[in-house]
């Protein structure tokens, strides 16, 4: 929790959310500090106020409460727990710290159908499963004395249900078995047509959801850059969130080819499952795509010389939405001239963040492009990648082909030339499970159990080897680590040059105001403490303000090169996670160059225990 001192206010951050609350709260707060620590009991701490001040003290305690700053226990926190384990058990809701132990030697078992077995034998490894072969028609995941079974007549294996769903309805039943292994009380488990990010049905647009505004001048483009508070709404939502896919319609077009499934696994299918309060907001699929969970933007299309197709995420089927590629396309192939079609569906975004949504939807265009185009590389497979912006819904060649819905907008294309050799495709394995190494969830670093050297891997070299005219990169480390040479990086900021990093500042004062920056801005912030450095890539602010295709192609280049460093973090052992709304004044006193506009905040650090149960697609 994070309380800052605004003008007339504090500016209340918690796991919950952000709050604006009122300004007598935050000396008062400071005051109670010391004495919140979960071994003081509260009639303990009320008897210590001076009695005027108990129903005011008691009253805060209540609001703290009730905004998710603290948790009101039946017993204090014993002394001697490991902070580590202090950590798991602050993820689940009232948790009996005594069991807390319990789950990190707990031995669990998963017996489910035959055809299930290779999804499962590598699902939950990090809880010691072992997959047994058994006749039952349902699935059982067992924690220790915990069991959590299925049966098949509950709606939850209705067909037609995939290798992907079910291999998320395991996940999201072991998760479930962790929390109540856990002592958390029981939830109800979402059945497999409720899973966000797979669900095929709903709406393509919400009725309420705004579309976003053309942005015709430079100045809204500078404060889409500068001052992302200035565009974030303020209240409650005033709108659902949408579908997260388009509707499954009738007939279905040919098969993918072997490689551009494999191609499209490392990028458009759900690779994680996040159950109840383990996630951010509950339960969302992660994809490929650094950024990006279930409900996400950028959707994509297969247009070839016989017609074009849908590309359903998830099973990866296509969906024919030209009329050509619904009568002529057979079940051999899709043709030849492989392009794939990125499109931006905007009310995904802006029935929760209404105008900075359009940062948010190039941010997502430019990490799928990277992602495709790295994978694709990764196996043989001649890319070109094209940034462009078109016309919004049914208007422009792009929309009349595709049958585009009125808040989708086209956002860029891939060509794609099959590999000389299509059946090894080994490569594109050994990049998805890179890939999915990745960690890009909520509470991904763990402050108290966080390494005391951090592990950058390659991640100074890759953004050395990426530095050129436009983009501006710095590495601010915020405690000692080593680099996969065995060079050590000391507390600082430091400039990416063509021949490597050059010191800006050193010391922890970059640190320290990167947080207080982010602090300020009143929405969930991460605590720079915890993790081991911050990548920034910036653009000298008047180069891409001057319109928005200008700007979508500095924020593509600078995704190519956040992409990359991700993955090379993920590779070293650590964690790298994209975080939004660093304001430009913020950048201007990390950097020292008050003439940039940020495009990519990447915090790299060590994995904290998030709930996060990996999902092996097989």
């Known amino acids: ?315 990866l089927r296509l969906l024919p939405v030209s009329r050509t590629g619904s009568e002529g396309a057979g079940p051999a192939g899709p043709g030849s001239g492989a392009t794939l079609v990125l499109t931006a569906r905007e009310t995904k975004v802006s029935y929760r963040y209404h105008r900075y949504a359009t940062r948010l939807c190039l941010q997502e265009a430019g990490l799928a492009l990277a992602a495709i185009g790295d994978a694709a590389r990764a196996g043989g497979i001649g890319v070109g990648e094209v940034v462009e912006m078109g016309a919004r819904g049914r208007g422009g060649p792009w929309g009349e082909l595709l049958d585009l819905g009125a808040d989708e907008r086209p956002v860029g294309r891939v060509m794609l030339d099959p590999p000389q050799h299509a059946d090894d495709l080994s490569a594109l394995d050994r990049h998805l499970e890179l890939v999915r190494r990745r960690h890009s969830g909520h509470r991904v670093f763990n402050a108290l159990g966080a390494d005391r050297v951090g592990r950058l891997g390659s991640v100074p070299a890759e953004l050395a080897a990426a530095a050129d005219d436009t983009l501006r990169s710095y590495l601010v480390v915020h405690r000692p680590c080593l680099d996969d040479t065995g060079d050590r990086w000391e507390p600082g900021c430091y400039r990416v040059t063509g021949q490597g990093l050059a010191t800006v500042r050193a010391g922890s004062a970059p640190t320290r105001q990167l947080q207080r920056g982010q602090d300020a801005m009143g929405w969930l912030a991460p605590d720079y403490a915890a993790a081991s450095a911050t990548a920034i890539i910036a653009a000298p602010v008047g180069e891409v303000t001057a319109d928005l295709q200008r700007l979508h192609t500095a924020t593509a280049a600078a995704a190519r090169v956040a992409h990359r460093v991700l993955l090379r973090a993920a590779a070293a052992g650590a964690a790298g996670r994209i975080h939004n709304g660093l304001r430009g004044d913020v950048v201007a006193a990390v950097t020292e160059d008050a003439q940039l506009a940020p495009l990519f905040q990447l915090i790299v650090g060590c994995p904290g225990p998030d709930g996060t149960i990996s999902v092996d697609l097989g």
């Open 1 to 315: 929790m994070h309380a800052i001192a605004a003008r007339e206010s504090t500016l209340l951050t918690t796991r919950t959310g952000y709050y604006r609350s009122p300004a007598e709260l935050y000396p008062l707060i400071h005051r109670l500090a010391p004495l919140l620590d979960g071994r003081t009991a509260e009639s303990t701490l009320l008897a210590r106020v001076p009695e005027p001040r108990r129903r005011a003290v008691g009253r805060c305690l209540d609001y703290l409460a009730h905004r998710g700053a603290l948790r009101r226990e039946d017993q204090p926190r014993p002394e001697g727990l490991p902070d580590q384990l202090l950590a798991v058990a602050d993820l689940a809701d009232d948790a009996p710290y005594a069991r807390c132990s319990a789950l990190l030697v707990a031995e669990a078992s998963v017996r489910a159908p035959a055809d299930w077995l290779p999804v499962l034998d590598t699902l939950l490894r990090r809880l010691s499963v072992q997959a047994e072969l058994s006749t039952a028609p349902g699935i059982l995941v067992r924690i220790g004395e915990t069991a959590v079974a299925i049966p098949p007549d509950d709606g939850w294996l209705t067909e037609p249900v995939g290798t992907v769903e079910r291999a998320v309805v395991a996940a999201a039943a072991a998760a479930e078995a962790v929390g109540r292994f856990l002592g958390r009380p029981a939830q109800p488990l979402p059945g497999v047509r409720n899973l966000p990010g797979l669900a095929r049905s709903g709406p393509r647009t919400s009725p309420d959801a705004p579309l976003l505004d053309q942005w015709p001048t430079s100045q809204d483009l500078r404060a889409l850059l500068l001052d992302p508070s200035a565009l974030l709404p303020t209240g409650e939502l005033v709108c659902e969130r949408p579908a997260a896919i388009r509707p499954l319609e009738a007939g279905t077009g040919p098969r993918l080819p072997g490689w551009l499934r494999a191609v499209l696994r490392c990028v458009h299918v759900p690779l994680r499952w996040e159950s109840g309060s383990l996630a951010h907001s509950g339960g969302w699929a992660h994809r490929g795509i650094a950024s990006a969970r279930g409900f996400y933007p950028i959707e994509l299309y297969l247009v070839t010389d016989i017609g074009a197709w849908y590309v359903e995420p998830g099973e």
